[in-house]
């Protein structure tokens, strides 16, 4: 999945890309950073050039007062540098912190957008994984981006200062009669600088050879990283502690956790290559990068010998040019860097680019204030992606507005899947679903979205305050969410809890925040549907933790506040559906039965009798 073998110009267009992402998300970022390199990387020249103007003067003629203005001006740019360091690593910092979030929201952003349909997808879920996995592994991918790109303008900079205060090291000619005339010789000069660029290169290019072993490796960590990931967190997720305890599960998952993420351990294959070529070619580049520094210094000191300069450029021409050199090397260490990341982009942008199959309507649903909407499903069939079993086959139903229509049916017969596709998540595979005689696929989707609030059978509620839990935002109508909670039946409880609205459930970003009941959360959860005021509600199976009878006095109740919308009602127990004007009876993915309650129920021969009969031990009426 990710691609190794790019062409060089590809993988620096898709750094680029990730670049501009970067720069339209984060305004300053680059910026930041790259006024913080210039500084970093010029101000050792600063401090190595007035050094080396000391020693002159030390060597030569020890003018006191040009001394003491040397040391002085040297001080001040050292303060003046450091101070200037200091302010723009600060923004650089904050830059980089704000920079961490925004990450995750590249990801987030593509995911809320994306069919619904695809997050199912087991290829869409290997690659987000693959991509999770990359930046886990090094921060390849997009993090990757931002050291790169420092470490880049660094090196471009280091680069830049070490050939200004180098040049005149090979402008600087030795005298004729000093028996080393040949060092002015253009050849020479040619020769030295080839050498030097050479072996730059060399110990670049085998650094960079050893960092190919990362990219090579990245594909086995796949498994260790997903074993990390649940593994090395498990004891982040509360719920699972249940089971953990009263099946005595740590030493089993520790003995997992510790012999399947293997990735780093001693008899790796990352210890193999690390032991092996990675670490040669690693050896390699620093020591031909200690043959260059000896290069250097031979020039130099033959040069001094012969009479070109004074001892005080001795310092700063071995000091500049083993900057320089090591400026030059790590440019190309980096341009490795950067052919690697290009592989790891691919998957990142194989992602983000994800084309939305669903089609987009534009027709605005209207909004109604007499809620007149009529839904009909017209044979409507459906496969959930990859699967080749139908989950509903040929359903035909209409629903009147305002009315109550229970679904029931046997688990897995198609339930949630009806609601699902009424609620757009999915399109049917074949057949039609219809909103007042048009077809939902021609509304805007998020127009469309709207007309529906769902309390799912595993509603999710977030560790956020209960205000913003209810109204599924920070700024909320507070008497509203007081009513809405109300009308759930959370009132009392309500009064009790310390904050009020802003009391914390959960305690995972608050110490003080509460635990709630399933009982409880069901409340809230109705509470949030209540809220979006939406025409449609829909409750597909909330109140499966409650007993028979306070579910069906729930539903009793939920039918009460309902008022005029518009309502489907999921449940098995069909204790709960009496109420309803209408029931359809789903089997095996079809709709066998629809009708009242009485009318189902007096077919002695329907799947509807046979289930309210098998229920009617649990029955109270
Ligand atoms: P119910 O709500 O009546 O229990 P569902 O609508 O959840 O039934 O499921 C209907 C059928 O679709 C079942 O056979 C189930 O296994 C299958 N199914 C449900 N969700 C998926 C999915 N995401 N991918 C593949 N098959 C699914």
């Known amino acids: 999945m990710t691609d190794h073998n790019l062409s060089n110009w590809k993988a620096v267009k898709l750094n680029c890309r990730a670049i501009a992402v970067w720069q339209k998300l984060c305004p300053g970022l680059f910026l930041s950073i790259l ?163 050479l072996t730059a290169v060399l110990s670049s290019a085998c650094s960079n050879r050893s960092s190919r072993y990362w990219s090579l490796y990245a594909p086995m960590t796949k498994l260790g990283n997903r074993y990390y990931r649940f593994y090395g967190r498990i004891m982040e997720y509360q719920k699972r502690m249940e089971d953990f305890r009263i099946y005595s599960q740590h030493e089993n998952v520790y003995s997992v956790y510790m012999t399947r993420n293997t990735i780093f351990a001693p008899g790796s294959k990352l210890a193999e290559y690390a032991r092996g070529p990675m670490g ?32 005080g450029y001795i310092t700063q021409y071995i000091s500049a040019m083993s900057r320089l050199f090591q400026g030059v090397s790590d440019f190309l260490k980096h341009t490795g860097h950067l052919y690697a990341n290009g592989g790891f982009l691919k998957t990142s942008f194989e992602f983000l680019d994800l084309k939305n199959a669903m ?39 209409k629903f009147q507005i305002g009315s109550r229509l229970a679904v029931v049916g046997m688990n897995g017969s198609g339930k949630t899947t009806f609601i699902k596709l009424l609620c757009r998540l999915y399109d049917p595979c074949e057949g039609q679903i219809l909103l007042n005689g048009i077809d939902i696929r021609k509304y805007r989707y998020d127009d469309y979205l709207n007309l529906f609030s769902v309390v799912f059978q595993d509603f999710q509620l977030f560790a ?51 635990e709630i009941s399933g009982g409880e959360a069901q409340k809230i959860a109705i509470a949030r549907a209540l809220y979006k005021d939406a025409p449609f509600i829909i409750l597909d199976e909330p109140t499966a933790a409650l007993d028979p009878v306070a579910e069906m006095e729930t539903y009793a109740k939920f039918n009460e506040i309902a008022g005029d919308k518009t309502t489907v009602y999921i449940s098995h127990r069909l204790s709960s559906c009496k109420f309803c004007d209408e029931i359809a009876v789903f089997h095996e993915g079809t709709v066998i039965q629809m009708g009242s309650h009485e009318e189902l129920v007096s077919d002695r021969n329907g799947k509807y009798y046979e289930l309210w009969y098998a229920q009617a031990q649990y029955y109270t009426s």
């Open 35 to 197: 006024t913080s390199s210039v500084f970093q990387a010029l101000s050792p020249y600063v401090t190595i050039w007035l050094s080396a103007r000391i020693i002159e003067e030390l060597a030569g003629n020890r003018n006191p007062k040009i001394l003491f203005r040397l040391v002085l001006i040297q001080l001040a740019s050292s303060a003046i540098l450091t101070l200037a360091n200091g302010i723009l690593n600060r923004w650089k910092s904050f830059k980089k912190h704000c920079s961490d979030r925004i990450h995750d929201k590249i990801y987030m952003e593509k995911m809320f957008q994306m069919d619904y349909a695809d997050i199912d997808r087991q290829y869409i879920f290997d690659l987000y994984s693959q991509i999770c996995q990359n930046n886990n592994l090094n921060g390849w991918g997009f993090r990757f981006i931002i050291p790169l790109f420092e470490e880049y303008a660094t090196a471009a900079f280091q680069c830049l200062g070490g050939i200004g205060l180098t040049v005149s090291l090979f402008l600087s000619p030795v005298p004729k009669d000093s028996g080393f005339a040949f060092l002015n010789h253009p050849l020479c000069m040619i020769v030295i600088t080839a050498l030097l660029l």
């Open 280 to 311: 040669l070619w690693r050896a390699a580049s620093r020591g031909i990068l200690a043959v260059l520094t000896g290069i250097t210094c031979i020039f130099v000191c033959l040069k001094y010998y012969a009479g070109a300069f004074g001892i």
């Open 359 to 397: 089609y987009q309507g534009s027709l605005t649903t209207e909004k109604r204030s007499d809620r007149q909407y009529q839904i009909e499903f017209k044979d409507v069939s459906f496969r959930y992606p990859g699967s080749s079993r139908y989950a509903l086959r040929h359903v035909s139903l």
């Open 464 to 514: 956020l305050s209960l205000g913003e839990n209810t109204a599924g935002k920070a700024d909320y109508d507070h008497k509203c969410v007081m009513k809405c909670l109300e009308q759930a039946g959370f009132a009392e409880r309500l009064s009790a809890l310390p904050d009020g609205l802003q009391t914390y459930l959960y305690k995972e970003m608050d110490e003080t925040g509460v």
